[in-house]
Each structure stands twice: as C-alpha cells, then as structure tokens.
C-alpha cells in the first residue's frame, strides 16, 4: 500500500488484538478503542480450546505460539459425557504429543495478545457511541468521553452489539431460546473435590432429555468455571418470580427445575461459590453476508456471532484478524484488501455458524429417548483440525506463489 492508512479497530477483544499485532508485524499502527477501563477490568469469562485449524495458525502467524503454549493446558483437551444420573457415557484423554485444542483462560489470551502490542495501542476507556461516513472512505468515530477520531478503514471488532456493524448491515442478533447461569468453583480440589472428580482435567458435559445441562470446564489456579443451560424465555426469572440477585433464590429454582437429577450432580447446580450470572445464547443470522463498504468491514463475533457448539467463535475471530491484516499489506487499496479478506470470510464462518446455531437448537429441544444425543468422537475431532490446518497451509503457500 503507498501511503501509511489511518485504521481504527473497535473492540480489544481477542479479534482486534490479534488485528493489531499482525499489522504491526507488517510495519502498519492502528489504533485499538475499547470501552473498558483496563485489559482485565472486568471478567471476560472461562476457558476456551484454541484449534489447530484456525486459533493456532493465528497465533503462529503473530509469533505468540510460545506465549501462548507457556499459559495453555494441554491435559485440559479431556473430555467427558454424563448423563443426569452421573453415569459416564464416553471419556476422551488427549494422546501423548496432541496439541490440537488446548485450553486457555479467556484473560490470559487477553492479556497476552495485549501485552505483544506496542505500547499506547489500546485506548482504554472509549465507548463508541457515533461512527459515520466522512467522504472517501472514511469515517467518523465518536466516544462517549467526549473524544473522537477519523480513520480511512474502521474495523468492527466490537462483538455481539457491536456499533460498527449497522455501517453494513441491518442483521442484528436474534435469541436463541436457551439461558444459562454462569458458575464458579474456587480451590475446587480442596473445598469441591466432589465437582473436581466428577470435571477432570478438562471439560465435562451432563444432559437430560429435557433441555437442561450442566457443562464445567478445568481453568487454571484452581478454578471450575461452568453453566447450567437451560430452555428460558428472556424474562424467565420474571414470570418464575426469582430475584436473579438473590443466590439462594435462584438456587431454590434449580433445584426445582432439576429435581430429576441424581444427588452426585447437584452439586454442580449448587454449590458454587459465586453468584449465578444470565447470559443467554444470541446469534447472527447464518450465513451472514453484505455488500462491500468502503472503509469499514467486521471480524469476530460482530460479523459472525453464532451459538457456543463446537467452539468456534474465538478461534474464527484470531483468524479473521489475521487474514483481514495480511490482505491489508497485500493489496494496493483498502477497498481490495476488504474484498479479499470477506471474501475468504464469508464462506469460513457462515457454514460453521448456521451448524453450530443449529446444533443448539435441536440439542435443546426436547429429545426422543429413541434419539439420544450421542457425544461427539472428540479423537477424529482433532485429527480433523490437524487435516485442515495442513490444507489451510497448502492452501496459502499456493495462494503467496
């Protein structure tokens, strides 16, 4: 590219961070406007598993595999299925040497994508509250501390309700039908060693046949961290007249509502140590496309939000972020490089979202006992992943010739 372009990437999220570090890597510096205070200001969540397929071409692309393999937890690969009962229904121990999804805390990859940057890229604390066009391309951002800027490419990384998206699209997140309560367990080998036999080392996934489960995951320092998902209108709590601040309360209600599962599980419903935090399961229409828009285009979950099934979300935005910087070196203008890189997007996430929001559905929706849902073969799982970064690879190296 001739000149040097004025590019702003909205959101500090794990998509605009990895965006960042690749342009810089290319000799290009963005700005990163995020709306909070600090990298770790609030909690971002759990743990995620990042795949070879996509999450760790990213992060060799940046040079961050090192970094990110000295916080990752490879034993946290395993898995496991249960039933409401606590009957396991199949286990998956990572053989010797498998690095195909490890496992890292969603701040640690915050904090470390964060922390590769040069200094002064992130400005903390700058809502978006306005963005417009100002002719040519560019754009106008507005925040809400009284500041603003004008870039030639804005780059929507700012997630599920992002500000940047209706630039491009009228699609907005539709609900799910399904809520969950996130939970906590602290020091859980010694104050909870009944939900850290029945977790593992990894990921364990319980369900009835009614549309409700129980899905905890290993973090590190100790902590469990899960969700009790269930089928929920958005004002469940309302009609159920719980106070959702009131965690006995709500505890009560579970109970209620999962009266049918055995002792040995309840404690994952219980006995946490937290409060019950709502989130609830949202997603873009899948496949999601638009038409191009000079200076301004989406990655992450403000392009493709979709249901949590399969784990895709985080692992398709470091990519996104990769690709969309490396078309930015590549190409003459930002109008090619935002092009090429939806171009290559677009049919990336849209297959990977329309299954993952369809899997929701209908694992939620009450299931036939004559079709129980089986657990996923989690061993061809990751030599899927291997296969395709292998192809990916291929792929680009033909592509660069």
């Excluded at 121990?93 to 999804?101: K, N, R, S």
């Excluded at 029945?198 to 990921?203: A, Y």
């Excluded at 784990?311 to 990519?319: C, D, F, Q």
Aim: a negative charge; charged letters at 25%; one cysteine or more.
């Amino acid at each position: 590219m001739a000149t040097t372009p004025r590019i702003a990437i909205v959101g500090g999220g794990p998509a605009g961070l990895m965006c960042a570090r690749v342009l810089q890597g290319h000799g290009i510096r963005p700005v990163v406007y995020d709306a909070d205070t600090a990298v770790d200001s609030r909690d971002p969540g759990g743990t995620l598993d990042l795949h070879a397929d996509a999450g760790q071409i990213a992060l060799e692309d940046a040079g961050l595999m090192d970094a990110f393999l000295a916080l990752a937890r490879v034993e946290g690969q395993a898995k496991s299925r249960r039933d409401h009962h606590g009957t396991v229904l199949a286990e998956f121990t990572p053989a010797e040497g498998d690095q195909a999804a490890p496992e890292i805390d969603r701040l640690h990859l915050r904090t470390m994508l964060y922390e590769h940057l040069e200094p002064g890229t992130v400005r903390w604390g700058h809502r978006l509250v306005h963005v417009t066009p100002a002719g040519g391309g560019a754009h106008r951002l507005e925040f809400d501390n009284g500041t603003g800027t004008e870039a030639d490419l804005v780059i929507g990384a700012d997630g599920a309700w992002s500000r940047v998206r209706p630039l491009l699209t009228d699609a907005v997140p539709e609900y799910l039908g399904v809520h969950f309560l996130d939970v906590r367990f602290d020091d859980v080998d010694t104050r909870h060693p009944e939900v850290a036999a029945i977790v593992g080392d990894g990921h364990m996934f319980s369900s009835d046949s009614d549309g409700r489960a129980v899905i905890v995951q290993r973090n590190s320092n100790g902590v469990v961290r899960g969700y009790v998902a269930f089928r929920a209108e958005l004002d469940w709590h309302v009609t159920a007249g719980v106070d959702v601040t009131d965690r006995e309360a709500v505890r009560a209600y579970l109970l209620r509502e999962f009266s049918e599962w055995s002792p040995v599980m309840r404690p994952l419903i219980t006995d946490n140590d937290s409060d019950y935090v709502q989130r609830g399961f949202w997603a873009l229409p899948a496949p999601l496309t638009w038409d191009h828009v000079p200076g301004a285009t989406l990655i992450g979950d403000a392009a493709h939000l979709m249901a949590p099934f399969g784990g895709h979300g985080t692992n398709l935005a470091l990519l996104d972020g990769v690709e969309l910087a490396h078309a930015i070196k590549k190409e003459s203008s930002l109008d090619d490089a935002i092009a090429r890189y939806e171009a290559e997007m677009f049919p990336r996430s849209g297959e990977l979202a329309s299954d993952a929001n369809t899997a929701l559905r209908k694992f939620f929706a009450t299931a036939s006992p004559d079709a129980p849902h089986l657990p996923p073969d989690h061993a061809r799982e990751h030599q899927d992943y291997q296969a395709r970064a292998a192809e990916y690879r291929r792929r680009r190296a033909g592509s660069d010739r």
